[in-house]
């Protein structure tokens, strides 16, 4: 009697709509028209059987899914939709626009709800009446196939969808005109899940981190503050493509215009001495060589740039160009472990780089609660009270900037920071 009470509460269903989560299969941060929401895909866990022997424990079952939109100021949650069991009618997030949020499921296809209410906005049947060429052409293929054929891509604000003859369409979220590509596509894929770097070459200085256990910074290979070290540390690195391809224009534009004003500086040096430019040896002619290497060295940069603005507006990353993330050229945030322990927490450090000569730290926050490594912390105590029920995966993680806010999520919980002063805004529970 005792057994199948036990069994009966382990396989108890759990409310999709107020149940706390399981696993995430996308975070999205919408701020357009001065709405700022984090919106996710989540699933919920629902066990239907649990069996035992040998000291091992199987639980079987399957995932229902749903939206959730999170106000970003508190934290708090504006609106939740049940969206169905994902091994029957998986939905696929593909992304947001102005007023929209874009999604993907073989019932209702391509599709947007609004992202205050998740009430239907556009529906395929709209987007049939416009491109009526789509009708009945749409991809037909297996859940684990969504991404393949339906994308988003989030700097030029296109959905990409496949027809079942294999060919790509650009679908333009504002007009819902559909148009065939004739060029090689590649799929947008902005790595979201690589979030941790130790070493960025590009754009300089280089940055590094290294070490035995307590990992040490350092800039061009040089140790600029030695007291400084992170147990285990890495640095967060930016995988929002938008923001990337922001931030390139900015460097663009300011490498152009030292362009600018030094071309005309070396055509008059080497015009002197009628064309022969300045005699060797002589401050002159080192300016001249100084010049020139600086010519190089931007030449050299924005090649690169271009390359990566190019790399990124197509295919959402590029290998040549990865940034930490920062609201600004000077800081970037580290995350470590705050010890040794299996339960040890999450950290996160903003540090300020002086040039190339210092490094410092301008504050350093633990989060209670948030395990460093959740896999190691399984087993301890701390994890089974936090974790009494379900069936959690913590494979999803994410950390963004908006506005003066570092978001994270990690471990299932939603996590707000103060990029100012390292304040905990706001956690919970996803």
């Not at 091992?56 to 069991?85: C, Q, W």
């Amino acid at each position: 009697m005792i057994s199948l009470a036990v069994m009966a509460s382990a396989c108890m269903y759990k409310p999709v709509l107020t149940g706390e989560a399981d696993d995430i299969m996308k975070a999205e941060i919408y701020n357009f028209d001065s709405k700022n929401y984090l919106v996710m895909s989540e699933l919920i866990y629902q066990a239907t059987s649990k069996s035992g022997g040998r000291g091992i424990t199987t639980i079987t079952g399957f995932n229902e899914m749903r939206m959730s939109v999170y106000d970003l100021e508190d934290g708090s949650l504006s609106a939740r939709k049940k969206t169905g069991r994902q091994n029957r009618d998986p939905l696929l997030f593909l992304g947001c626009t102005p007023g929209n949020l874009w999604l993907y499921n073989a019932t209702e296809a391509i599709h947007s709800l609004d992202p205050e209410t998740l009430e239907m906005k556009t529906s395929m049947e709209k987007i049939y009446e416009i491109n009526p060429e789509l009708r009945g052409n749409l991809a037909s293929c297996e859940w684990y196939q969504y991404g393949t054929y339906y994308q988003f891509n989030s700097v030029k604000q296109q959905i990409i969808l496949t027809d079942n003859k294999g060919y790509r369409h650009i679908l333009d979220p504002a007009t819902l005109q559909s148009s065939r590509i004739e060029w090689e596509y590649r799929s947008f894929d902005s790595r979201p899940d690589r979030l941790l770097e130790t070493h960025i070459s590009f754009p300089p200085p280089v940055t590094s981190i290294s070490g035995d256990i307590r990992k040490q910074l350092r800039i061009n290979n040089r140790e600029v503050s030695p007291g400084l070290t992170f147990l285990d540390g890495k640095i967060i690195i930016d995988r929002n493509p938008v923001r990337q391809v922001e931030g390139i224009h900015i460097r663009l534009s300011g490498n152009m215009m030292k362009l600018e004003t030094i071309y005309p500086k070396i055509m008059d040096l080497n015009a002197m001495n009628d064309g022969r430019g300045p005699l060797w040896r002589t401050p002159l002619r080192d300016t001249l060589t100084a010049l020139e290497n600086l010519k190089r060295t931007l030449e050299s940069e924005i090649q690169i740039m271009e390359t990566a603005m190019t790399d990124i507006s197509s295919e959402g990353f590029s290998h040549r160009y990865t940034v930490p993330l920062s609201p600004d050229t000077t800081t970037f945030f580290l995350l470590h472990a705050s010890g040794t322990e299996k339960e040890a927490n999450l950290m996160i450090s903003r540090i300020m780089r002086k040039g190339n000569q210092e490094l410092t730290e301008l504050w350093s926050t633990e989060i209670p609660g948030i395990f460093f490594n959740p896999v190691a912390a399984r087993e301890t105590n701390v994890y089974k009270e936090i974790f009494s029920k379900g069936s959690p995966e913590f494979d999803f993680k994410s950390i963004n900037l908006e506005d003066d806010k570092l978001i994270l999520i990690w471990m299932l919980h939603g996590i707000c920071l103060n990029i100012n002063n390292g304040e905990i805004l706001w956690k919970f529970r996803i």
